[in-house]
């Protein structure tokens, strides 16, 4: 993971690709929708891991990062992480009433950040939301 997402080694998405999209595809749920990364990190690291990995997923971009540079949460320790302001903003207010989402991301460390989108996805109204990393 540390080659693919920080070497960019991007043809490495292939290794864990299939085996991610069938574990989705074994999940009831309604939408699907990955973890942002900002605009400074798409730019500098050239793509969206997260959507790598989940490539030929289906999946709706509710969220959004607040900030245009946000800090890497590889930097931060897990009191930091476990502290910090909430890092995502709606990009679409799209009703998800009485549905079932699923977050997904590329790594999974104290579940901070999935908490985060997950507090923004309920307040669009879903019925549920489970994460897969």
């Known amino acids: 993971m540390q080659r693919y997402k920080f070497n960019g080694e991007y043809a490495l998405r292939h290794v864990f690709n299939r085996q991610l999209i069938q574990a989705v595809q074994n999940i009831e749920i309604d939408l699907v929708v990955p973890i942002p990364v900002s605009q400074y990190t798409l730019l500098t690291r050239g793509f969206n891991q997260t959507l790598g990995l989940f490539e030929g997923l289906r999946y709706q971009q509710l969220l959004s990062v607040s900030q245009a540079k946000k800090t890497d949460q590889s930097r931060f320790n897990r009191q930091k992480r476990l502290t910090r302001a909430q890092p995502f903003v709606i990009a679409n207010h799209t009703s998800l009433s009485g549905q079932s989402v699923l977050l997904i991301d590329d790594v999974y460390t104290t579940g901070r950040t ?17 994460s897969l990393s």
């Open 114 to 130: 999935l908490c985060y989108a997950a507090e923004l996805i309920y307040t669009l109204g879903a019925k549920n939301v489970k």
